[in-house]
T-cell receptor, first 114, second 114 residues
Framework: SQQGEEDPQALSIQEGENATMNCSYK?????LQWYRQNSGRGLVHLIL?????REKHSGRLRVTLDTSKKSSSLLITASRAADTASYFC??????????????FGKGTHLIIQP | NAGVMQNPRHLVRRRGQEARLRCSPM?????VYWYRQLPEEGLKFMVY????????ESGMPKERFSAEFPKEGPSILRIQQVVRGDSAAYFC????????????FGPGTRLTVL
């Protein structure tokens, strides 16, 4: 699997339900970020969690990070139709001062059914 | 407080022509990153620049692609002699600092090569 790989690839749930997406990565990281991309639009930054943090909240979003398992999850509670989008995790690898580019996965496509 | 701006939003070129993509970072941001998103794929890091310097171009194709971030003006991603495989969405991001950074993304430029 590639660095920053999301699971599942696609998820369809009813409005009001909770949506959980997972991300796995391979190398040590400085931080992990989640982004949302609406169809045909640019990326929107949702939340950043540092490698020394285990959980972070922002509104209806909850992100967890397990560095021992090299995985993260994004939970969206009480989903709304407007949450329909692709969600990407991105890792900032701990490369000892090297490149600062993020590595993205292919994303989870979330569909919220009204 | 304008976000990251990219132009044009859509660009159509014929094979062999040149494509110039522009990115104006957020105010106060001196770090710029370019990413490419091929259809049905995640974003791939291309290059990281600070003002007048290329910090990391490890994701840039060796030929035909170049990037600059002059002291004044936007960052430019230049693709010479475009081929159909260059058709993609190109995203620019900017950040205040280059480490442990939160990158803010522009809306992207969608390049179509005929």
């Amino acid at each position: 699997s590639q660095q920053g790989e999301e699971d599942p690839q696609a998820l369809s749930i009813q409005e009001g339900e909770n949506a959980t997406m997972n991300c796995s990565y391979k190398t040590s990281i400085n931080n992990l970020q989640w982004y949302r991309q609406n169809s045909g639009r640019g990326l929107v930054h949702l939340i950043l969690i540092r490698s020394n943090e285990r959980e972070k909240h922002s509104g209806r979003l909850r992100v967890t990070l397990d560095t021992s398992k090299k995985s993260s999850s994004l939970l969206i509670t009480a989903s709304r139709a407007a949450d329909t989008a692709s969600y990407f995790c991105a890792t900032d690898a701990d490369s000892g001062g090297g490149a600062d580019g993020l590595t993205f996965g292919k994303g989870t496509h979330l569909i919220i059914q009204p | 407080n304008a976000g990251v701006m990219q132009n044009p939003r859509h660009l159509v070129r014929r094979r062999g022509q040149e494509a110039r993509l522009r990115c104006s970072p957020m105010k106060g941001h001196s770090h710029v990153y370019w990413y490419r998103q091929l259809p049905e794929e995640g974003l791939k890091f291309m290059v990281y620049l600070q003002k007048e310097n290329i910090i990391d171009e490890s994701g840039m194709p060796k030929e035909r692609f170049s990037a600059e971030f002059p002291k004044e003006g936007p960052s430019i991603l230049r693709i010479q002699q475009v081929v159909r495989g260059d058709s993609a969405a190109y995203f620019c991001a900017s950040s205040i600092t280059g480490y442990y950074n939160e990158q803010f993304f522009g809306p992207g430029t969608r390049l179509t090569v005929l």
